[in-house]
């Protein structure tokens, strides 16, 4: 009864004044509209179509649930393949009927998509574009945070370029980018290899997310290695579908898809975790871990709410994935930076000034010096020794001292520009060192500091300490490469300016 409601229903149509029939129903497995994706088991299964077109149409249905599809016509029928990313045929007008064979490999809805030509060419360049969009986009990302790992020698960087690379091969893969392109390459368009590279992708995004929130360090060696176990074993299950004969290949299938779920799961869990513990970029890796999820859903479970969504929620989720970890990472790079920063100031500062202790200011002269070498101009070096520093600490003690060695070391800051390199080599010894484009520069910046040391009186403690300092100090034009050479030099023209006090 319900075939012949739909044959009744095709012929009415026929009969409607300046209307465009485009109609076919299916016939078996189950009879139906072609418009109702078609419920899949596993094995081979027959798809027996009924036509009656007066224009030429476009039949088309994805690859991702099915592979091999054959076309069975009578002889006075000719269904030719069209270049597509999908599966796609160009059916003649007539009425007829022809049967279409498939190699089920998950148990899912088929949905079948009947377009004028026109139509369909549209739909399939756009598609062809915006895969080739997202596959450049994979590629740019991966090269950026590569070299960031390779600038930090960070393997973890590596194992996120692995991720969006192995991501952006399988979507090509998946939507038939590659089938367009070299359509008589068939191992290009198995099943096999894109459950290959969606084991890689499951992998290698378990690698860099758990690198990324230091999981090794963070959790448990139990639940680290369970989470290291379930991505390894979906990356083998992967590998033994490509090459194991049917039917273990789906259900090495079934079972990989099943524990891709539980990877992303259990990282969701430890990224919450990671969260509560304040890891950094934390919140980050769970949003997009999230719109994975949200869109695997849709893949798997909902297909029927949109098919827009059923088409592309998982690679606009994948796109949004790469882009926030691409952010974390870069959030992560400036985190590292920034502590290897602090680590690098708290090793080059001195305990008690607020300057460089010797090893600090010994380096950045050194850098001070290579520049002068390239850039020329003047550097300029003054070598500071405060007058009767023992006297000061015999007298007040030590705590007086302490605190007037911190006074000098910030009146000497504030009589130097930012690049200048302010340092003490120890006890009440400072040392100086800026590089001036003119002589005139740094012999104003010598008479300043001598003036603002010659005299000074310190308040401390409710004591008024009267200070002041012997300061050598020299221009050089030459390039050098010897420090220690200049520094002794320097210190050589204090002493010479000490002695002379002394005498006076």
């Not at 590629?139 to 930090?152: D, F, M, N, P």
């Not at 990224?271 to 970029?281: D, E, N, S």
Request: proline share 4%.
């Amino acid at each position: 009864m319900c075939r012949m409601s739909l044959r009744l229903i095709m012929c009415l149509l026929c009969w409607l004044p300046g209307s465009v029939l485009a109609q076919c129903i299916i016939e078996k497995p189950v009879q139906q509209a072609l418009t109702t994706p078609v419920s899949l088991s596993l094995g081979v299964l027959d798809i027996q179509l009924q036509c009656n077109l007066n224009t030429p149409q476009a039949l088309s249905f994805p690859l991702d649930i099915v592979s091999r599809p054959r076309i069975y016509t009578p002889p006075d029928v000719s269904i030719v393949p069209l270049s597509s990313a999908r599966a796609a045929y160009l059916l003649p007008s007539g009425d007829y009927t022809f049967t279409l064979t498939l190699d089920v490999v998950r148990p899912r809805q088929l949905p079948l998509r009947l377009e004028p030509v026109a139509q369909f060419q549209q739909h399939n360049s756009l598609h062809l574009l915006s895969i080739s969009g997202f596959a450049g986009l994979c590629i740019a990302l991966s090269l950026y945070v590569g070299i960031l790992g390779r600038s930090l020698r960070n393997e973890g960087f590596y194992a996120y370029s692995a991720y969006i690379l192995s991501a952006g091969f399988f979507f090509v893969l998946q939507e038939g980018v590659l089938k367009v392109l070299f359509p008589l390459a068939a191992w290009l368009h198995s099943i096999g290899l894109k459950l290959v590279f969606a084991g890689l992708t499951v992998y290698t995004a378990q690698r860099f997310i758990s690198r990324l929130l230091e999981f090794k360090l963070l959790l448990r060696n139990w639940e680290y290695a369970i989470i290291q176990f379930a991505a390894l074993a979906v990356l083998a299950l992967g590998g033994m579908a490509a090459v194991v004969p049917s039917p273990l290949n789906q259900y090495a299938s079934l079972l990989m898809g099943s524990l891709t779920i539980v990877v992303m799961l259990t990282l969701v869990v430890a990224t919450v975790y990671a969260m509560v513990r304040k890891i950094h970029c934390a919140g980050l890796v769970l949003l997009a871990l999230f719109l994975l999820l949200a869109a695997m859903a849709f893949r798997v479970y909902f297909p029927h709410v949109s098919e827009f969504l059923h088409r592309y929620a998982l690679i606009i989720a994948v796109t949004i994935e790469a882009f926030l970890l691409a952010i974390a990472a870069s959030e992560k790079v400036k985190r590292l930076q920034k502590d290897k920063i602090t680590a690098y100031m708290n090793a080059a500062s001195d305990t008690l000034c607020p300057v460089l202790n010797r090893r600090g200011w010994e380096e950045a002269a050194n850098r001070l010096l290579k520049q002068h070498r390239k850039d020329g101009g003047f550097l300029v070096m003054l070598f500071i020794d405060m007058n009767d520093f023992k006297q000061i600490n015999d007298k007040y003690g030590h705590n007086v001292g302490d605190n007037a060695l911190i006074i000098l070391a910030k009146i000497l800051n504030a009589q130097c520009r930012p690049q200048d390199i302010v340092g003490r080599l120890g006890g009440d010894e400072f040392v100086i060192m800026s590089h001036c484009h003119s002589r005139n520069i740094g012999e104003r910046m010598i008479e300043r500091i001598r003036t603002r040391l010659a005299s000074l009186e310190l308040r401390i403690d409710d004591i008024n300490l009267p200070v002041s300092a012997s300061i050598g100090a020299q221009i050089i034009d030459l390039p050098h490469t010897d420090l220690s050479i200049l520094l002794h030099q320097t210190d050589m023209l204090m002493y010479e300016q000490k002695q002379q006090k002394l005498m006076v």
